[in-house]
């Protein structure tokens, strides 16, 4: 059974400084790994996907990697700013049939102006 | 072109009352996905439908539990006889075809169970 960790659980920085989360997982045989954002009563917004192929993947100011092996991955987020404020999930698939995400508790973030 | 539309947004329930959780997935898609948010938890998979079928609802309580996707109309999460570990937020997701679609989700139904 696959489990998706995030540590850690909150996580608060000054305006400009730039965000680590971490993501690991015990099961490295993933099809593919994806980093949400989940603002307070709101939805999740998909904000990086990264096939286990692949090493990164990166979005303007973020950048999301993953290390199959050690069963690992980690959003950067560079020069934080307050809008950055919000729950950041991460979830895999397992194969290529798969269609359940599983999901980390996620990271709460908050950005001080 | 309006995203996934779930409703109400906020359900309080007491104790042995049902629940009915709605989910309009995005125009055009017709496979959907519900999972629960407990407190301090991710999200779990419970149940994924397309319309008018239940593919795999092997993430949902056996008892009390039940969804629907009909062929008109939004998706349904039922859940009778509520108790208070019930009291979580819903998510619906959807996609344009199922594995490895990507899936777009609502913003979800908080129920309370008092």
């Known amino acids: 059974k696959q489990e998706v960790t995030q540590i850690p659980a909150a996580l608060s920085v000054p305006e400009g400084e730039n965000l680590v989360l971490n993501c690991s997982f015990t099961d490295s045989a993933i099809y593919n790994l994806q980093w949400f954002r989940q603002d307070p009563g709101k939805g999740l917004t998909s904000l990086l996907l990264?096939?286990?192929?692949?090493r990164e993947q990166t979005s303007g100011r973020l950048n999301a990697s993953l290390d199959k092996s050690s069963g690992r991955s980690t959003l950067y987020i560079a020069a934080s700013q307050p809008g950055d404020s919000a729950t950041y999930l991460c979830a895999v698939t397992r194969g290529s049939n798969d269609y359940k995400l599983s999901f980390g508790a996620g990271t709460t973030v908050t950005v001080r102006a | 072109n309006a995203g996934v539309m779930q409703n109400p947004r906020h359900l309080v329930r007491r104790r042995g009352q049902e629940a009915r959780l709605r989910c309009s997935p995005m125009k055009g898609h017709s496979h959907v996905y519900w999972y629960r948010q407990l407190p301090e938890e991710g999200l779990k998979f419970m149940v994924y439908l397309q319309k008018e079928n239940i593919i795999d609802e092997s993430g949902m309580p056996k008892e009390r539990f039940s969804a629907e996707f009909p062929k008109e109309g939004p998706s349904i999460l039922r859940i009778q006889q509520v108790v208070r570990g019930d009291s979580a937020a819903y998510f619906c997701?959807?996609?344009?075809?199922?594995?490895?679609?990507?899936?777009?989700f609502g913003p979800g139904t908080r129920l309370l169970v008092l």
């Open positions: 990264i096939q286990s192929s692949q």
């Open positions: 997701a959807s996609s344009l075809a199922g594995t490895q679609e990507t899936q777009y």
